[in-house]
């Protein structure tokens, strides 16, 4: 988890977003629906699998994690944290993980690698969560958060738009990403499985 540690840097540049959230009466709960609908909005953009549509997808992704922010922050500001909301969040990003996966998988027709891509992240968030659920305390130890799997794809999809062809062995950028999402994410399930699985023993 690399970009995580920036959050601090990020949250000084969030004001004007917040402020502009309040001004149009949205509430963190819509900040967070709007977040999600550009994810999906992501996943439809790759999924035609265009240049045009993955610079698209790129800028809908770098939204969706910016608003991700602007939620938790907005509920800061008027002093309405819930746990209420911070569980709406988190439901949201994980159904907003699934439809960029998807999407990515679906527009070069590799769904087998985009199954092993999703269950990768969705069981790194499982483990984090069900460690919590058992008392040990929530686990976010790994390679890969989602501030950085984000990040990997909006640059990914960047870069599938000016180089659309194969890049490494037969593989184009979108296999790559996919790749790397399926074994870190596997891996990162089962180094904190391990951890917790020790600590409970």
Do not use: K
Request: glycine letters at 14%; a negative charge; aromatic letters at 8%.
């Amino acid at each position: 988890m690399t970009l995580d540690r920036f959050r601090h840097v990020a949250d000084r540049g969030l004001s004007p977003f917040v402020r502009a959230a309040d001004a149009l009466g949205l509430s963190p709960d819509g900040v967070s629906v709007v977040a999600f609908a550009c994810a999906v909005a992501a996943g439809v953009a790759f999924g035609l699998a265009e240049p045009a549509w993955y610079v698209a997808g790129s800028a809908l992704v770098f939204l969706n994690g910016w608003l991700d922010l602007v939620d938790g922050a907005l509920a800061r500001e008027r002093g309405v944290a819930s746990a209420g909301g911070d569980f709406l969040d988190h439901v949201l990003d994980r159904y907003a993980d699934i439809a960029v996966l998807v999407g990515l998988a679906a527009g070069i027709d590799a769904y087998a690698l985009g199954l092993a891509a999703v269950t990768g992240v969705l069981m790194t968030s499982y483990l984090g969560t069900q460690i919590q659920a058992v008392g040990i305390g929530r686990e976010y130890g790994g390679l890969l958060g989602r501030a950085d799997r984000l990040a990997l794809v909006g640059v990914a999809g960047l870069l599938a738009a000016a180089v659309p062809g194969p890049l490494v062995a037969g593989y184009g950028v979108v296999s790559l990403l996919l790749w790397l999402f399926a074994v870190v994410g596997h891996a990162t399930a089962l180094q904190r499985f391990r951890g917790a699985w020790a600590d409970l023993a």
